[in-house]
């Protein structure tokens, strides 16, 4: 990708058949409306370390892409940004991202570890919406979340929280 891209437009990429493997520069600062849609051998991205937008559907039906790195500046995953990206394994959120809009993992059947940073936690009573419904659900037993140890006193309501967005009672947590 050119050091001069600044935004990757709506659909840029979508349909690309071809590409596995994508390196965000870092002057990317905003991901538009279903930028990579449906690019199905997209297996590696490496998001722009200034990535402040990341919009609804961006990576929908990435069904190859295997894991993602929310970077720092992102504060709101958008509807459906990763919807059917089915062998999506490991999430890693920015600690920055105060919002997962509905729909957002749906049907990433394959995760097996989603990170939750420390600040994130704080909006974990207010979000209630199903993110990560269908999220692992060939990998149940196999998906461990990834918490604060903070919240380790709180873990009937991360338990709750988490199954209310979507996950499997199943799932595993992990304090860290």
């Given at each position: 990708m050119p050091k001069s891209v600044k935004k990757i437009s709506y659909g840029a990429f979508a349909g690309c058949g071809n590409l596995r493997e994508l390196t965000m520069k870092n002057r990317v600062t905003k991901c538009e409306w279903n930028a990579f849609f449906n690019m199905r051998s997209l297996r590696k991205i490496k998001l722009s370390n200034n990535l402040k937008k990341l919009e609804s559907s961006a990576f929908s039906g990435c069904i190859r892409l295997q894991e993602i790195c929310i970077p720092e500046k992102i504060k709101r995953i958008n509807d459906c940004t990763f919807d059917g990206c089915t062998?999506?394994?490991?999430?890693i959120l920015g600690k920055n991202v105060s919002q997962i809009n509905?729909?957002?993992f749906r049907g990433c059947r394959n995760l097996q570890k989603v990170v939750f940073r420390k600040k994130m936690?704080?909006?974990i009573t207010l979000v209630a919406e199903p993110c990560f419904e269908r999220a692992s659900s060939s990998n149940y037993g196999k998906l461990t979340l990834h918490v604060p140890k903070k919240w380790k006193k709180k873990k009937k309501l991360v338990l709750k929280w988490f199954g209310d967005?979507?996950?499997?009672?199943?799932a595993k947590i992990k304090f860290y």
């Open positions: 062998s999506l394994k490991s999430v509905a729909h957002a936690m704080k909006w967005i979507g996950f499997s009672k199943k």
